[in-house]
């Protein structure tokens, strides 16, 4: 059994920092982690431990401190400064100041309090905002730096300017005892002490607090507000997320930015120099760790997992400066198409046609379409994790209208030394001629049983005979130098769909998931468990000579009609209610989940064409963002770095207002023709004569094209829509390869089936394991972990304790908005789950947090049936509070938006008719009553006729109304009986279905 010990830290003046119980195994430096995230020492950074006044090792074990009782006490202990912990210690003060002035993401905390007449603009909303207050206005290096040599012996390593809040300017030396206050001006060098105040201090925030009362109280408001509020807003998150809209401030002078900025300038010098690290050698290593039992998994999950992100985050900024011409190219020449370049231990390439090897099938586009299909490709063949066979880590950056692929580098490819000895021994390099080395072959068809390839014959241009390959013919096999076998292009690993065989369509391949999907069916109709029998040809129908067996000729038809088959299934699941996306993005994530490509989205609209507006809205306006993408791209490429603002600016306020063109091409008519011509060329769907012209398909073309504007009340149907100085910034949209811990998404995905099926003792110990796996992998801010903290939130509300599902959904909600984004689909839906989830007593937090989802679900979608039911939750709520007219304003503002979505009589607002003429009921309004009977009265008669319950029923009602005041009785309770509203509402929403609505 592992060993702990009791640990108590004290501070120099010997005050208790922290006191914990921890295993004997723990790293010291693990020790010094969680004394930074003590608000009292989380501005310490250059310090050891003494222990009994013996100092404690910094790379050493807790069990290499000797104690006698499992008792041990640390004392901190201040240790000189040099150059490089001085100015650590600097940026960990500006890291505090940043922190604690910013949402770091999430909004949750900030969310003005809002009520549910506001009727603000949701762009104006999106980031609310509450920043404490200043502890400092400026820190900077000063001009007097670098210290003279005579100083230096005097220990002086630096010194700063920080302008106060009071607004004084101080100077400050940096030595190697801590930090004094000297006697330096602006015009005069003087290094010695000021005399006057308390000037010295081992730590900057000590100096500071000391010598001004402003910054001590701001800094302990800010410090204990940082502390105070939940690790989830604290912890990074794994990659940057670029928001479309954003709060922009005015941009004032900043020597501290400045010198950030430098020293970008200064890391980027540095790279091209070579002085990188060796990505590709860190990435397979990697992934030959142990993988024996599942600890080894863990562990060999979370070295992946950190190395990978870590190669991610430099591949997007490696890309973005190729992009922007900061980077030599490798290779000389103009054509940009075919520029290579390396930068960071990472080579980059434009994803173009520059050598014309797609010049037959479709050019730059397919070229476009290719870096994706290898990209899928390299998913794959890591899932299959064959020992021995190794991937390239794989980015794709979209920026500023280009792709860029990034890859890892095999070792010694770009040497010329070892050129020679790198040749292709497995696949083809031109198609001339195809290799298939036996050791290469022999991996390769067992990643091939996993991913249902099948081995076959193939014949290069110029070969003679044919060769087996085991996977398909343009895969490129490669030993590097460390004698690891690495495969590169991997575009073709799932075969041709057979719906689109056109010349322009040879990089139109199927999903992994529809393959998945397939094989299993296949399976379960032979009643076997085994699907790597079920396998397909992967060189059928593609430019590679390969025997064309009858039977997989077959089987690739029959698995293209299976996806048609998946999208009808999909479709009739979207009309029937089973499924309904909220947003491009929801839509993206589920017609994937079934192995459905997006060039089916006009099939799919034409389907849902009358049938479900709401959906055939959404594909409509996911096919349009994308066209626009593509339009734009082109003119983004052609359009001088001086011209950019300009350019995008014009296009966005062309697709919307007429407007006068001087840096793009376009017009508004020119446009508009453009997206319908691309639409119904590569969707085959005509799009209907008035397009969406509102702010979710802004934001829809906004996130597709990376382009960030500001946030304000945009008037889309005033000239120009769009101005200037709104746009912000362009960002960079990224796809990956980032691995995924299998052991994770096992945990997660049984436990919510579980959920489903109300077996919560066995789901609530799979998702405290998840939590764990998950937490040890990943981290905790991960939506893999948003996810199981929205089981644990539902086991808890099914088990009654509504505190801790509260508490488990408040958590999802904040790593939501971190991981996933304000204004994402799932943040709204979380914001409405918390909301139910609340106790009476948080009346205004519930309203408030209604509001937040109200306004995320119009920005992302505009007027929808979501809108309407939280409408109706609130109504309820505000009902059992004895707020009445609340509620009753609530269920005006849900018929108000179904009236949007649909027509005034349309049979669903029966059911919202309904319930405000029980409210009106009552409170003994008979009048209002008599009025809303009478309209469902029409509704019920016109849609399902006489003689439907409902009709007859509510004639019913409206004649006792009638016969009441007719008599002019006055007795209490002789009016109609309308408690049985619901029945009313099903018997509607039945003879709504029959009647096909």
């Not at 990089?507 to 379960?524: D, G, H």
């Amino acid at each position: 059994m592992e060993d702990f010990v009791k640990l108590s830290i004290y501070d120099p003046q010997l005050a208790c920092v922290k006191t914990l119980e921890t295993s004997k195994n723990v790293p010291i430096a693990s020790i010094k982690k969680i004394v930074s995230k003590q608000a009292a020492a989380a501005h310490v950074t250059n310090y050891h431990f003494e222990c009994d006044g013996e100092r404690v090792n910094s790379n050493g074990l807790l069990s290499d401190v000797e104690t006698q009782d499992n008792d041990l006490s640390f004392v901190i202990m201040e240790d000189n400064y040099s150059g490089h912990s001085a100015r650590v210690h600097v940026d960990r003060l500006e890291q505090i100041i940043e922190e604690g002035s910013s949402n770091n993401g999430s909004v949750f905390l900030n969310i003005s309090k809002t009520s549910v007449e506001d009727e603000s603009d949701p762009l104006l909303d999106i980031y609310p905002s509450v920043k404490p207050e200043k502890c400092v206005e400026i820190i900077s290096y000063s001009g007097w730096n670098p210290p003279p040599s005579y100083r230096k012996l005097s220990g002086d390593l630096f010194y700063l300017e920080i302008t106060l809040c009071e607004g004084q300017s101080i100077h400050i030396t940096v030595w190697t005892k801590g930090f004094y206050i000297n006697k330096t001006n602006e015009n005069r060098f003087n290094p010695e002490p000021v005399d006057d105040k308390p000037c010295h201090n081992h730590s900057l925030v000590g100096l500071l607090s000391e010598y001004s009362e402003l910054f001590s109280e701001r800094y302990t408001q800010l410090i204990t507000g940082l502390f105070e509020r939940s690790s989830l807003y604290n912890d990074s998150i794994t990659l940057p997320r670029y928001p479309w809209l954003t709060v922009q401030d005015d941009h004032v002078p900043n020597p501290q930015r400045a010198g950030k900025f430098l020293k970008h300038n200064h890391e980027t010098e540095f790279l091209l120099q070579g002085k990188e690290r060796d990505w590709n050698q860190l990435i397979q290593n990697s992934r030959d760790a142990p993988k024996t039992d599942v600890n080894d998994r863990m562990n060999r999950d979370k070295q992946t997992y950190e190395i990978y992100s870590k190669f991610v985050e430099a591949a997007i900024k490696g890309a973005v400066e190729v992009i922007n011409g900061n980077i030599p190219p490798i290779d000389s020449g103009d054509n940009k198409k075919t520029q290579m370049f390396i930068f960071n231990h990472i080579f980059y390439s434009f994803s173009m046609d520059g050598r014309g090897l797609f010049e037959d099938c479709g050019g730059d586009t397919a070229a476009f379409k290719s870096a994706s299909n290898d990209l899928l490709g390299v998913k794959d063949f890591n899932f299959a994790d064959i020992d021995g066979l190794y991937t390239l880590g794989t980015v794709l950056v979209d920026y500023r209208g280009y792709r860029v692929l990034a890859q890892s580098i095999i070792k010694g490819l770009f040497e010329e030394e070892q050129e020679n000895n790198m040749d292709i021994v497995y696949g083809s390099l031109d198609g001339e001629h195809i290799k298939a080395d036996e050791e290469f072959h022999r991996l390769l068809l067992q990643a091939a049983n996993k991913l249902n390839i099948k081995p076959h014959l193939v014949k290069g241009i110029q070969d003679t005979e044919s060769v087996e390959i085991a996977t398909h013919a343009e895969i490129k096999g490669i030993v590097g130098t460390c004698g690891r076998h690495f495969i590169l292009d991997l575009y073709g690993t799932t075969p041709r769909d057979l719906n689109f065989v056109g010349q322009n369509d040879l990089q139109c391949i199927v999903r992994r998931e529809l393959i998945n999907s397939y094989v299993s069916k296949l399976a379960a109709e032979q009643d076997t468990e085994d699907v790597s029998q079920f396998n397909f040809n992967t060189d059928l129908y593609t430019n590679t000579e390969t025997e064309e067996v009858e039977e997989d000729v077959a089987e690739l038809k029959n698995l293209a009609n299976y996806l048609l088959e998946t999208v009808e299934r999909f479709c009739e699941g979207v009309i029937d209610g089973d499924c309904s996306p909220v947003d491009g993005e929801s839509l993206c994530l589920m017609l994937h989940q079934q192995g459905i490509n997006f060039r089916y989205l006009g099939k799919i609209a034409g389907l849902l064409e009358g049938k479900n507006d709401l959906v055939h809205n959404i594909c409509v306006s996911e096919m349009i963002s994308r066209a626009i993408k593509h339009l734009l791209s082109k003119v983004l490429r052609e359009t001088d770095n001086q011209q950019m603002a300009y350019a995008i600016q014009e296009f966005l306020s062309c697709y919307f207002v007429e407007i006068e063109t001087s840096t793009i091409s376009y017009t508004y008519a020119t446009l508009e023709e453009s997206i319908r011509a691309l639409i119904k060329d590569h969707y085959k769907y005509e799009l209907p004569e008035t397009l969406p012209k509102d702010l979710p398909i802004l934001r829809a073309i906004c996130k597709r094209s990376g382009i960030q504007l500001k946030a304000r009340n945009y008037n889309l149907s005033d000239a120009p829509a769009i101005l200037v100085e709104d746009i912000v910034t362009l960002f960079p949209n990224v796809k990956h390869s980032l691995p995924s811990s299998q052991e994770c998404e096992v945990l997660v995905n049984a436990g919510n089936t579980l959920i489903k099926r109300n077996q919560i003792d066995v789901a609530f110990g799979l998702m405290n394991q998840a939590k764990d796996v998950i937490s040890h992998v990943y981290g905790e801010v991960h939506s893999e972990m948003a996810k199981c903290y929205r089981g644990l939130a539902e086991i808890y509300q099914r088990s009654n304790n509504m505190e801790e599902a509260y508490n488990y959904q408040e958590k999802a909600l904040i790593i939501t908005e971190r991981t996933l984004g304000i204004d994402h689909f799932q943040t709204g839906a979380d914001y409405l789950q918390l909301a139910k989830l609340g106790s009476k007593e948080l009346t205004d937090s519930i309203v408030k947090y209604v509001n937040r989802s109200l306004l995320i679900s119009r920005l992302i979608t505009g007027p929808n049936p979501s809108i309407s039911d939280s409408f109706l939750f609130l109504s309820k709520y505000f009902e059992s509070n004895g707020q009445e007219d609340d509620a009753l304003d609530a269920l005006e503002k849900a018929l108000a938006n179904s009236i949007d979505i649909h027509t005034e009589d349309h049979p669903i607002n029966i059911q919202y008719y309904q319930l405000i003429a029980e409210m009106y009921s009552k409170n003994k309004n008979e009048e209002e009553v008599l009025k809303y009977l009478q309209i469902i009265y029409t509704l019920a008669n016109k849609h399902f006729g006489s003689d439907n319950e409902l009709t007859t029923s509510t004639q019913v009602k409206i004649q006792q109304i009638n016969n009441k005041n007719s008599a002019k009785t006055n007795v209490v309770g002789s009016g109609p009986d309308l408690s049985d509203t619901m029945r009313s509402i099903e018997i509607a929403k039945a003879a709504m279905k029959n009647n096909g609505w």
